[in-house]
């Protein structure tokens, strides 16, 4: 059993940046991969990125490549997600989950609560 809490959400300006974490309770964080899903209104869940339970292998999806990155820390049951650059189409509930290493939401065994994130323009 893993449980997840995302902090770090509000509101931003267009071009700003904001850090999301995401802390870990359970002893088996390390075991997975985590992944960072985002939701807007009307709009089905969408893969932001995601890093591997070693944390040496990242990957994005198209609309935030280049502006966004993970991190994780397995001694601190954490993982990160630094986004820079941000656009109003970036307005959503973010999430963190872990699972398998994958793009897909139904892979992701336990998520958090979730963190709203703004932009204004």
């Known amino acids: 059993q893993v449980q997840l809490e995302e902090s770090g959400g509000g509101l931003v300006q267009a071009g700003g940046s904001l850090r999301l974490s995401c802390a870990a309770s359970g002893r088996t964080f390390s075991n997975y991969a985590v992944g960072w899903f985002r939701q807007a209104p009307g709009k089905e869940r969408e893969f932001v990125g995601g890093?591997?339970?070693?944390?040496?292998?990242?990957r994005y999806g198209d609309s935030v490549k280049g502006r966004f990155a993970i991190s994780r820390d397995n001694a601190k049951n954490t993982a990160t997600l630094q986004m820079n650059s941000l656009k109003p189409e970036d307005t959503a509930v973010y999430y963190c989950?872990?699972?398998?290493?994958?793009?897909?939401?139904?892979?992701?065994?336990?998520w958090g609560q979730g963190t709203q994130v703004t932009v204004s323009s």
């Open positions: 989950a872990v699972g398998s290493n994958s793009n897909a939401v139904s892979d992701y065994r336990y």
């Open positions: 890093i591997t339970w070693s944390g040496l292998y990242t």
